[in-house]
C-alpha cells in the first residue's frame, strides 16, 4: 500500500468514528482496481449492525466527503441485496471489520445467492424474452 492508500485509509477510519457501531468497512469500485482518476468516487459499502437512518448516512457521506475530498457512494451492508453484495466481497477491499464479521458477511452472500439469484434469473430471463419476442 502506497503513501496516498495510507493517508486515504487514514482519512476514511477517522470519518467513520462518528458513527458509532460500524463494525465492516469494505472499499471498492475503480479506486480499488487501481483505475480510480481525481474526480472518481469513493465507493464505500458499512455494516453498523442495523439499518442505517437517512439521517446517519447524510452524516457520514458528509464527513467522509469533506476528510477524502471525493464524492462518496456509500453502501448500507445491512440492506444491499444481491448481485451487488456479491460484486462488493470479489472485488472489494476490507479496511476494517474482524474475521467472523467478514465470514459472516460472506456466508450471507452464498446463502442468497443460492436461494434467490436462480429466481431473479429466471424472472429476468422470461422479461427478456418477452421483451424480444419468440
Known amino acids: 500500500m502506497n503513501a496516498i492508500d495510507r493517508t486515504l485509509k487514514q482519512a476514511l477510519l477517522a470519518a467513520i468514528c ?3 457501531g460500524i463494525g465492516l468497512v469494505i472499499m471498492f469500485g475503480s479506486l480499488v482496481a487501481g483505475k480510480g482518476r481525481m474526480e472518481s468516487d469513493l ?4 455494516d453498523a449492525g442495523r439499518r442505517l437512518t437517512a439521517s446517519e448516512k447524510i452524516a457520514l457521506i458528509s464527513e467522509l466527503a ?3 475530498g471525493r464524492p462518496i457512494d ?3 451492508i445491512h440492506t444491499v ?3 451487488l453484495l456479491g460484486q ?3 472485488h472489494g477491499k476490507r479496511l476494517l471489520g474482524s474475521d467472523t ?3 459472516n458477511l460472506i456466508r ?3 446463502f442468497d445467492q443460492a436461494d434467490y439469484l436462480p429466481y431473479r434469473n429466471r424472472i429476468l430471463a422470461e422479461r427478456r424474452q418477452a421483451w424480444i419476442g419468440r
Open 18 to 20: 462518528i458513527q458509532p
Open 43 to 46: 465507493d464505500l459499502a458499512v
Open 66 to 68: 469533506r476528510r477524502t
Open 74 to 76: 456509500l453502501v448500507d
Open 81 to 83: 441485496g444481491e448481485p
Open 88 to 90: 462488493i466481497l470479489r
Open 101 to 103: 464479521h467478514y465470514a
Open 108 to 110: 450471507r452472500h452464498l
